[in-house]
């Protein structure tokens, strides 16, 4: 079904790179590289390119922004401890298993799971964690803003967080506002993805 409404979304938007990049994420989470090559193919053909992924965080009036893949913030030492340290607890306390079948598929499961941890919007959760304790702490909600949809394992990562370390994060990405609140998760979906998924039940 999955493939189906992205076909769909592809045909109804072909100069969007967004709807590619949906049906890439389909087939990784399903191992199907191959279709992700015919995928990144046809965006070659078509000029587009997919944005990279860019999440920010407000933290006592700072904007900090971190890109997909970066590791030159200042602070990446102490954000990459608490990201290790609260996944280590989120396993232990509420059997939280990575999906790596987000990350690339030729490298190793250790280094995915790395690769995952260095997505945007986890780099500014990690942020948070790590300024816990200290002037710069989020007494209130965790809000966290990304251009692009969050992925399946972020989202699992973001309920685990919420569970074990009993904050309250919402993160607003490309289509709808998601939050987490001891393990759950409600979304809330913006005026563009309403649209579009009424265009997609009048093609049913």
């Known amino acids: 079904m999955g493939r189906e409404v992205g076909g769909i979304l592809m045909e109804l938007d072909e100069g969007n790179a967004v709807n590619y990049v949906m049906v890439l994420n389909i087939?990784?989470?399903?191992?199907e590289w191959g279709e992700c090559e015919r995928i990144r193919?046809?965006?070659?053909?078509?000029?587009?390119?997919?944005?990279g992924g860019r999440s920010w965080i407000e933290i006592k009036k700072e904007v900090?922004?971190?890109?997909?893949g970066d590791d030159s913030y200042p602070l990446m030492g102490r954000i990459r401890e608490a990201l290790v340290d609260?996944?280590?607890?989120?396993?232990?306390?509420?059997?939280?298993?990575?999906r790596t079948g987000f990350a690339m598929h030729d490298?190793?499961?250790?280094?995915?799971?790395d690769n995952l941890r260095m997505h945007s919007e986890r780099l500014a959760v990690g942020l948070a964690l790590a300024c816990e304790g200290s002037s710069l702490e989020i007494r209130d909600v965790i809000r966290v803003f990304k251009n692009l949809r969050v992925c399946v394992d972020c989202h699992e990562f973001m309920k685990g967080v919420?569970?074990?370390?009993?904050?309250?994060?919402?993160?607003?990405?490309?289509?709808?506002f998601h939050r987490f609140e001891g393990g759950n998760r409600n979304i809330r979906w913006t005026t563009y993805s309403l649209v579009v998924r009424m265009l997609l039940r009048g093609n049913e």
Do not use: P
């Not at 193919?41 to 944005?51: A, E, S, Y």
């Not at 900090?64 to 997909?68: A, K, L, M, R, V």
């Not at 609260?86 to 990575?98: A, F, Q």
């Not at 490298?107 to 799971?113: N, R, Y």
């Open 107 to 113: 490298i190793e499961e250790e280094s995915k799971e």
């Open 27 to 31: 087939y990784a989470e399903a191992g």
């Open 86 to 98: 609260v996944e280590r607890r989120m396993r232990e306390e509420v059997g939280y298993v990575s």
């Open 41 to 51: 193919g046809l965006m070659r053909r078509r000029g587009l390119k997919k944005d």
């Open 162 to 176: 919420s569970k074990v370390v009993g904050r309250v994060l919402v993160v607003r990405d490309a289509c709808r």
């Open 64 to 68: 900090h922004n971190f890109y997909g």
